[in-house]
């Protein structure tokens, strides 16, 4: 086996052990539930790893995050065009009660529920992830200019919600997932 590439049950063995719980979160923000984080992160190892091929440890991550990211906007997608037309095949919705939010943690999700998908989507990948507008541009498919306007949009959203948000930096903890920090 060389030692740059290896069989693909490996490398996902490796992925899975150690960079599992930075998925997880990644997927958190995304979703805004720990349940659809873990099963939209299997899902994207699935996606990623069902061919069987041989990959490079050191580059399997980003692929996993970008299909992540897009099997998340997806299911929105469906989720959305289902709440469209289920009205006609179904009676008696159900409503759920508005839950307590505590904590910084929870008012930073649900203000990131509040946000179009492709808004979240560009506010995870700019503050979580800490790409630049062109690097989101080029995982989206997207405009700059396009990116660029979904973050103001965003990002004022976000502000009328929690109040200023500060720049992102390079040493701060963005997510703190269980304690540990990153």
Same mark, same amino acid.
């Given at each position: 086996?060389? @030692?740059? *590439? $290896?069989?693909?049950?490996?490398?996902?063995?490796?992925?899975?052990?150690?960079?599992? /719980? +930075? #998925?997880?979160?990644?997927?958190?923000?995304?979703?805004?539930?720990?349940?659809?984080?873990?099963?939209?992160?299997?899902?994207?190892?699935?996606?990623?790893?069902?061919?069987?091929?041989?990959?490079?440890?050191?580059?399997?991550?980003?692929?996993?995050?970008?299909?992540?990211?897009?099997?998340?906007?997806?299911?929105?997608?469906?989720?959305?065009?289902?709440l469209r037309v289920?009205?006609?095949?179904?009676? @008696?919705? *159900? $409503?759920?009660?508005?839950?307590?939010?505590?904590?910084?943690?929870?008012?930073?999700? /649900? +203000? #990131?529920?509040?946000?179009?998908?492709?808004?979240?989507?560009?506010?995870?990948?700019?503050?979580?992830?800490?790409?630049?507008?062109?690097?989101?541009?080029?995982?989206?498919?997207?405009?700059?200019?396009?990116?660029?306007?979904?973050?103001?949009?965003?990002?004022?959203?976000?502000?009328?919600?929690?109040?200023?948000?500060?720049?992102?930096?390079?040493?701060?903890?963005?997510?703190?997932?269980?304690?540990?920090?990153?």
């Amino acid at each position: 086996m060389d @030692g740059q *590439r $290896q069989r693909s049950d490996d490398v996902m063995a490796v992925l899975a052990s150690e960079r599992g /719980a +930075a #998925l997880t979160a990644y997927a958190y923000l995304l979703t805004g539930d720990l349940r659809d984080a873990e099963d939209l992160v299997q899902d994207a190892l699935v996606k990623t790893f069902v061919r069987g091929r041989s990959l490079e440890i050191s580059s399997v991550e980003g692929y996993v995050r970008t299909a992540i990211l897009t099997t998340w906007i997806d299911t929105y997608r469906r989720r959305r065009q289902w709440l469209r037309v289920r009205h006609l095949m179904v009676r @008696g919705e *159900r $409503q759920e009660g508005p839950a307590d939010e505590v904590g910084a943690r929870n008012d930073v999700r /649900a +203000a #990131l529920h509040l946000l179009a998908p492709q808004q979240r989507a560009c506010v995870v990948l700019r503050y979580y992830d800490d790409l630049t507008v062109a690097e989101i541009a080029d995982r989206m498919g997207l405009a700059d200019g396009t990116v660029k306007r979904y973050l103001s949009l965003a990002v004022g959203r976000l502000e009328t919600l929690l109040g200023p948000l500060a720049p992102p930096l390079a040493d701060r903890t963005v997510l703190v997932n269980g304690g540990d920090e990153r």
